[in-house]
């Protein structure tokens, strides 16, 4: 490993950035979701998508890894439990120079269960020493852990601390922790985002217990407020998923000031106006306008006018020929509904 690639390993540590990232969640952080994003907070954690180890190493390597360059700091996440795939895999997403290598033991969707990895790892932590120990051998990033307190009948307060153990014994010093079991038969993937119960106090023992690890809290956080909660009660971050897609100015619009004392909070309209360029750009390249405004809709959420512009987006972006006028358009409905509003004040 050269000392560029020291200094790139270091990155994230350097710039705190962990202090709150956004979750990577299927078909929704993709890279136009990812840029998105990154206008909002420049701070932030971003994640792509879930990707497998074997596809990187069989697949379309450019489709699966390629990403805007202004999205740093970003992680790749993995999916896979053979390690010497996950090697190969890690060697091959090193070209792409990602700032983290995230393996996924957390996922509880039967397609990840049918190839024996995601939450069903939590049950052999030795396998995921190995995985973890063959991928940190050729990667220029970081190599973390996103996991569950446990999954199925296991009693998390055994598990958790005995998966960190051995983890963290082949290397691992940083891990995102979703303070939920998963069951792995009986629960859709939503309802395991949702009916488990939290237990955020298990995760802040952990992170008492064993202090000279990196840990950041998943699982029901929804607001920013809560972000800053958690790292209040002393945990190193906090990992937001659906809100910050959402909700994104809510999450993400103000974060930069309140946890890393930089900037001002964002204005939904300057974010809007940045995206444009990006838009034509897509869209010169043999795109869609909905593949990038489907991640957007959130944008002026609870302003007056935004059901409209969503309205606008949803109906007329994946018509043949649409394009950034069409964004403007659904821009300016917010704006013309919240002079209507001042006027009336």
């Given amino acids: 490993m050269t000392d560029q690639d020291l200094n790139k390993s270091d990155f994230i540590y350097k710039n705190s950035s962990f202090r709150l990232s956004v979750a990577p969640m299927m078909d929704w952080t993709d890279r136009h979701c990812r840029f998105f994003h990154r206008q909002i907070s420049h701070h932030a ?18 489709k ?30 090193n070209d792409w120079g990602y700032d983290e290598i995230n393996l996924n033991c957390g996922c509880p969707s039967d397609r990840v269960q049918s190839g024996a990895f995601g939450a069903v790892l939590m049950k052999t932590p030795e396998l ?45 010093t940083r891990f995102t922790i979703h303070a939920r079991k998963a069951w792995l038969q009986g629960l859709s993937p939503k309802d395991n985002r949702e009916i488990p119960p939290l237990d955020y106090p298990l995760v802040e023992r952990m992170k008492a217990e064993y202090p000279h690890l990196n840990i950041s809290l998943n699982g029901g956080l929804a607001t920013l407020a809560a972000a800053e909660e958690a790292l209040a009660r002393g945990l190193d971050g906090a990992m937001v998923g659906r ?3 959402h909700e994104p100015m809510e999450i993400l619009g103000a974060a930069d000031q309140r946890l890393w004392g930089q900037g001002a909070p964002r204005d939904p309209f300057e974010i809007a106006e940045t995206m444009v360029p990006y838009i034509d750009n897509h869209l010169a390249h043999g795109g869609r306008l909905h593949q990038i405004t489907r991640h957007m ?11 409209r512009y969503r309205q606008i987006l949803s109906e007329g972006a994946t018509r ?9 358009q659904a821009v300016g409905a917010v704006a013309q509904a919240m002079r209507a509003q001042s006027e009336q004040d």
Avoid: W
Avoid at 76 to 81: A, D, V
Avoid at 128 to 152: F, N, P, S, Y
Avoid at 297 to 307: D, N, V
């Fill in 297 to 307: 809709l959130g944008l002026f959420h609870g302003k007056p006018g935004a059901r």
């Fill in 128 to 172: 995921v020493a190995e995985c973890v120990a063959e991928m940190q051998a050729v990667a220029h990033a970081e190599v973390t852990v996103k996991c569950r307190i446990g999954v199925d009948d296991q009693a998390p307060y055994e598990v958790l601390p005995r998966f960190l153990e051995t983890v963290s014994a082949a290397g691992v």
């Fill in 320 to 328: 043949t020929g649409a394009d950034s006028a069409l964004f403007v």
């Fill in 243 to 245: 809100a910050a897609y």
């Fill in 45 to 62: 954690l971003l994640y792509t998508e879930m990707v497998t180890a074997p596809a990187i190493v069989h697949g379309d390597r450019s």
């Fill in 64 to 93: 699966l890894l390629d990403y805007n360059t202004p999205e740093h700091p970003v992680a790749l996440q993995l999916g896979g439990s053979d390690p010497a795939e996950l090697r190969e895999a890690t060697r091959i997403a």
